[in-house]
């Protein structure tokens, strides 16, 4: 898919494995230029070069924190009133997965589901932000998967809190790359589960968009860089079983695509 960009053009950002060796670098098709430094401050090209095909690709930020956001869809609510505010929730940090791995259905779950995000990261503290503060602030955005065990989320016998019905191992999927210069508000989300498209939507039908959805979480949480808020899924959204596969497909960012393991 393409996507329109913002003044100043469209840069792409991977956080990759060669040979044991983690490296971050600019993506051109399928060259890496190698950087070094803060890629949220300071940091330079190098003279490094390597080709996609040879490299592991990981989620690309290795994240402070990681939030989410309920209930941020016009088609994701049904009957459900919309809420005043967005809806947070944290998701620990070792939810994340990288590109091609396995989201891994853990003992006992029975109703794990996916759930196609766009992913905001934060380049800059944040601490009360307005919105032009907030918009300022976003580094980049990427293609998530908000993985929910929705009996453990809101079965008869529902935890009291998250922590394991979006926050277990694998639950986070995230890539494949970060995506500076695009139009946030504006960009096609699809998912397709074993090929067939189960979720189609526009970010333009988010109820808080990202910039509204940062301000917010930054009047209570100081934001660094590095962090991501997982902005929420439209449409709805069924079970996954072992063997599946599934994609989260972003226009001007990429395809996120994870296999599905007992």
Not at 10 to 24: L, N, S
Not at 85 to 91: C, G, L, M, R
Request: aromatic share 8%; charged share 20%; glycine share 12%.
């Amino acid at each position: 898919m393409a996507a329109a960009a913002a003044p100043g053009g469209v840069t792409r950002f991977v956080r990759f494995d060669y040979r044991g060796q983690i490296a971050q670098a600019i993506q051109e098709g399928d060259q890496l230029q190698v950087i070094e430094g803060d890629l949220f401050g300071a940091y330079k090209v190098t003279s490094t070069r390597r080709r996609l095909p040879e490299v592991k690709l990981l989620y690309p930020v290795a994240a402070p924190k990681v939030l989410a956001v309920g209930l941020n869809y016009k088609s994701h609510l049904g009957n459900r009133t919309p809420p005043a505010q967005p809806e947070i929730f944290y998701k620990p940090t070792t939810c994340l997965q990288n590109p091609g791995d396995p989201i891994r259905i853990p003992a006992g779950a029975r109703n794990v589901h996916y759930e196609g995000e766009i992913v905001v990261v934060i380049g800059k503290k944040l601490s009360r932000a307005s919105r032009q503060q907030a918009a300022d602030g976003i580094f980049g955005v990427t293609c998530g998967n908000d993985v929910s065990e929705r009996d453990w989320q809101n079965g008869d016998k529902k935890d009291l809190q998250w922590w394991r019905a979006k926050g277990a191992d694998t639950f986070g999927p995230m890539g494949p790359a970060i995506v500076r210069g695009l139009d946030y508000g504006k960009l096609m989300l699809e998912t397709r589960l074993n090929g067939k498209t189960m979720q189609k939507q526009s970010t333009s039908d988010l109820l808080f968009d990202c910039p509204a959805i940062v301000s917010f979480v930054s009047q209570f949480v100081t934001l660094t860089p590095g962090d991501v808020i997982f902005t929420g899924t439209p449409g709805s959204t069924t079970a996954m079983s072992p063997g599946d596969t599934v994609e989260v497909e972003i226009e001007g960012i990429g395809v996120l695509k994870n296999p599905i393991t007992g």
